[in-house]
């Protein structure tokens, strides 16, 4: 099983912002995703990109403050997010599948990565 790494996390005010990053392995996923998992709580999705396209899907909860990209170049996934929330702090996970599906699952992706925390101070 690939393991993916993250990183690009860390520690921000209330409004800040932070752009974690997942290298993409070698071209073999067609789709990318982020997870988020807080203290106490389940995992939440957070937001998929295609690959070969750049079609994305997000969580209601995100929608309009973070954006989901790849950089073909440099191989990299990329989650920007803007005006951050203390309810935003959170363990945020990468996640990749073979599938051309945007799954909202974390059933749906193989490959995970240990994950990158980010913290949101009020």
């Known amino acids: 099983q690939v393991q993916l790494v993250e990183s690009g996390g860390g520690l921000v005010q209330a409004g800040g912002l932070l752009r974690p990053s997942c290298p993409a392995v070698g071209r073999t996923f067609s789709v990318y995703a982020w997870f988020r998992q807080a203290p106490g709580k389940e995992g939440e999705f957070v937001s998929t990109i295609r690959w070969s396209d750049g079609t994305t899907r997000y969580a209601d909860s995100v929608k309009g403050r973070f954006t989901i990209s790849r950089d073909n170049a440099k191989n990299t996934v990329y989650l920007q997010m803007n005006s951050l929330k203390p309810e935003d702090t959170a363990v945020y996970y990468c996640?990749?599948?073979?599938?051309?599906?945007?799954?909202?699952?974390?059933?749906?992706?193989?490959?995970w990565g240990q994950g990158t925390q980010v913290t949101v101070s009020s």
């Open positions: 996640a990749a599948a073979r599938s051309y599906t945007l799954g909202i699952y974390s059933h749906n992706y193989a490959s």
